[in-house]
Nanobody, 118 residues
């Protein structure tokens, strides 16, 4: 059974930093890409950043320069380093993994709360 286990969320003051981690386990399929999305009440889930198996990255334009996505292939883990956090970054952050080159299965983590106080 595929599991995505997230960690690293919490409460931080504006201007601070947090690092989120997400580890994929239980998959026999190739990890095509992994990424982070976020969602606030009443709004659609939006892309924060994603990284492919080849190392290509994609960021939400508004977050470039403050957030950095990286991965540890050996650990099937993706990280999101968030710097200079702002109150508007407050959201539930969800890890996403696309598995299987042909199958393209889509999996989500349970979400981790990030709260930035002003």
């Amino acid at each position: 059974q595929v599991q995505l286990v997230e960690s690293g969320g919490g409460l931080v003051q504006a201007g601070g930093s947090l690092r989120l981690s997400c580890a994929v386990s239980g998959s026999r399929f190739t990890i095509v890409s992994m990424g982070w999305y976020r969602q606030t009440p009443g709004k659609q889930r939006e892309l924060v950043a994603a990284i492919t198996s080849g190392g290509s990255t994609n960021y939400a334009d508004s977050l470039k320069g403050r957030f950095t996505i990286s991965r540890d292939i050996a650990k099937n883990t993706v990280y999101l380093q968030m710097n200079s956090l702002k109150p508007e970054d407050t959201a539930v952050y969800y890890c996403n993994a696309r598995l299987g080159v042909l199958q393209d299965y889509n999996y989500w983590g349970q979400g981790t709360q990030v709260t930035v106080s002003s």
